[in-house]
């Protein structure tokens, strides 16, 4: 079988980002060793029934994982090195963020076995980090990345533009800075308005102004136009790194392999008794603990993904890749071919258009089809 992604969700925070609508949660006091006895009662459940499958890759998120205790780290690392079968190249990456009392912590998390280190950089300007809800200086971040990088083999760090008023000028000198202290990878996000957050609150008002969708499209093409001359090549929409460098884990998802998540709120794609089938977990922290608690697991939802869903959903991730979705893949997957899922009149209109192409291995999206995604898989998918 594949290589299994193991991702281990810890869904606090120190404060709530305006931006961020991820499972995240802030609290007085955390049961430190409450929490990571459901996280290793859940991961040891999951693996009685996956047995004992390839492991390809930890990922520790959240929320905020350097809020971990390092001994729980070192603890669900040792439990999934046991319980499923690791591959000698195991990546194992844990998110943090660069405030000092984190930073200080990550030589205990190498010790734990973490080989990976990701960083909430988000900006390299005091007054942007600010307005972003930022518990870190620009300062920190660049000691935190100074120390993430002698202390781990691979780092990579997190960066948003099109920010309110931001300008093409001002993107590219601060991401230059940025290149300047990258090692391998670099994850440059797009700001959205995600429904819910403090962030749509203030837009809905007129309060919170974005770059048009003109002037986002320009950032878009800068960004990857200065990474790669920094030798960081754009693998996906979001995504830049030097070849070797790309996050194995992250590629599991984009292309559709399976992935067990655990911990509250957190998604996985499983491969059970010949199905595949989409899992989901208690989103409350408390809850999901008592859940654990009582039936050794916090499944919320189970549900089996039928050909067309998986067909969907593959080509969704698939198309975000540089690489595209490989007609051999996609068969293997979803026991279609991609002939099968794709309407041909729009096939061929953004084949014309430059957006998509098509050979005899597969399709792949161009760059300026990656930027209008969701619009082509709307009218692509029959």
């Not at 943090?96 to 076995?113: H, K, Y």
Request: aromatic share 8%.
């Amino acid at each position: 079988m594949q290589p299994l992604a193991l991702y281990i969700h810890w869904p606090f925070c120190l404060a709530k980002c305006p931006y961020c609508d991820f499972n995240s949660h802030v609290r007085e006091r955390i049961d430190q060793a409450g929490f990571a006895a459901a996280l290793r009662q859940e991961l040891a459940w999951e693996a009685a029934r996956l047995g004992r499958r390839p492991l390809g890759s930890i990922f520790f998120g959240g929320g905020t994982p350097s809020l971990m205790a390092p001994a729980t780290v070192a603890a669900l690392i040792a439990d999934a090195r046991r319980l499923f079968a690791p591959l000698p190249d195991l990546e194992i990456t844990l998110e943090a963020n660069p405030t000092s009392v984190e930073a200080g912590r990550l030589a205990a998390f190498r010790d734990a076995g973490v080989n990976r280190v990701s960083l909430g950089v988000q900006s390299l300007e005091d007054a942007a980090l600010a307005g972003l809800g930022r518990q870190h200086s620009a300062a920190e971040a660049r000691a935190a990345l100074a120390l993430a990088q002698r202390s781990f083999p691979r780092t990579s760090f997190d960066l948003i533009y099109a920010r309110p008023g931001q300008t093409l000028p001002a993107w590219r000198a601060e991401l230059r800075q940025a290149l300047d202290l990258a090692a391998d990878h670099l994850s440059l996000y797009q700001l959205t308005i995600e429904p819910g957050t403090r962030y749509a609150a203030l837009h809905a008002r007129g309060e919170l102004r974005l770059p048009e969708d003109d002037d986002a499209a320009a950032l878009y093409d800068a960004t990857a136009e200065e990474a790669a001359r920094f030798g960081l090549l754009a693998y996906e929409v979001s995504n830049y790194a030097r070849p070797g460098g790309e996050s194995r884990h992250n590629l599991a998802y984009w292309r559709y392999a399976d992935y067990a998540g655990i911990g509250p709120g957190a998604h996985g794609r499983l491969t059970l008794d010949g199905r595949l089938c989409a899992t989901v977990r208690r989103r409350a922290p408390e809850a999901w603990a008592a859940q654990v608690a009582r039936d050794g697991h916090g499944t919320a939802e189970e549900t089996p993904i039928d050909a067309d869903a998986q067909g969907r959903e593959m080509l969704l991730m698939g198309l975000r890749l540089t690489e595209g979705v490989t007609d051999a893949a996609f068969a293997a997957r979803t026991g279609r071919t991609l002939a099968d899922a794709l309407d041909p009149d729009t096939l061929a209109r953004a084949i014309a258009a430059g957006y998509l192409h098509r050979d005899a291995q597969g399709l792949r999206a161009a760059a300026e089809g990656r930027k209008r995604l969701d619009a082509l898989l709307a009218l692509l998918l029959r």
